[in-house]
């Protein structure tokens, strides 16, 4: 397997963090998204026609999009099926509903971040802002999860939704986005850096 990969994205990161935890060998093929604007080359454009990464290659199969390469290998690599468990339609809707709260989180957090990290030119109070109305909607659905028993996101083991809004909750910070009145979301964060299998990021510290 091949991933275009940018070590400061976190978008890569949770491609990254499944493989590790699936531990599946695989080829990392560095994209110089900053400053050379490698995704937004011709080349790059024919792998992937939005100028996005990650990128995934297995094969012949080629895709696009952090949450369908989450699904792709969770459904198709994890003999366990923990990390995108299927037991039932709720569950599934449930973990698919968390992906498409990730892809906001990109948008908002992940934009603040680039302002703030690598100086791009967008509206840094409305994303701070929209970061931060997402963020009150998953510290509450944490604290019910936690008052429920429950440590994750969809249930009582971590899944590809839980990697999902990892990265760019965990880079908060970097775009000017203080956690400190999030105390659920902090539980979760150190939960989630205490799983076997874990490996960090450039931006992402791990209390001991
Ligand atoms: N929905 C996409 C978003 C990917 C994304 O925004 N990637 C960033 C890097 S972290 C990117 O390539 N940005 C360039 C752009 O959107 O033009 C995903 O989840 O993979």
Redesign the pocket.
């Known amino acids: 397997m091949k991933l275009y990969d ?1 070590v ?5 990161y ?1 491609i990254r963090l499944l493989l590790g935890f699936l531990d599946l060998d695989y080829e990392k093929r560095p994209v110089d ?1 900053f400053p050379g604007r490698e ?2 080359s011709d080349a790059f454009l024919k792998i992937n026609p ?5 990128v995934l290659e297995d094969g012949e199969i080629r895709i ?6 989450l699904i792709y290998l969770a459904s198709r690599y994890d003999k366990s099926g923990e990390w995108f468990p299927g037991q039932s339609h709720s569950q599934i809707a449930e973990v698919a509903q968390w992906l498409a709260f ?2 906001m989180i ?2 908002t957090a ?1 934009a603040a971040r ?1 302002h703030d990290m690598l100086g791009y030119n967008l509206d840094i109070d409305a994303a701070r802002a929209g970061a931060h109305r997402l963020l009150r909607v998953l510290e509450d659905h944490l604290a019910h999860q936690e008052f429920d028993g429950h440590d994750w996101l969809a249930g009582r083991r971590p899944t590809i939704a839980d990697i ?1 809004c990892f990265p760019y909750v965990a880079l908060a910070e970097d775009g000017g986005i203080d956690l400190f009145c999030y105390p659920a979301i902090l539980r979760w964060i150190r939960r989630f850096t205490a799983l076997d299998g874990f490996h960090s990021m450039p931006g992402i510290n791990v209390s001991p």
């Open positions: 940018y400061l994205s976190g978008n890569c949770k998204f995704h937004k939005l100028g996005q990464i990650p696009r999009d952090a949450q369908a390469i990730s892809d990109t948008s992940s680039l999902s």
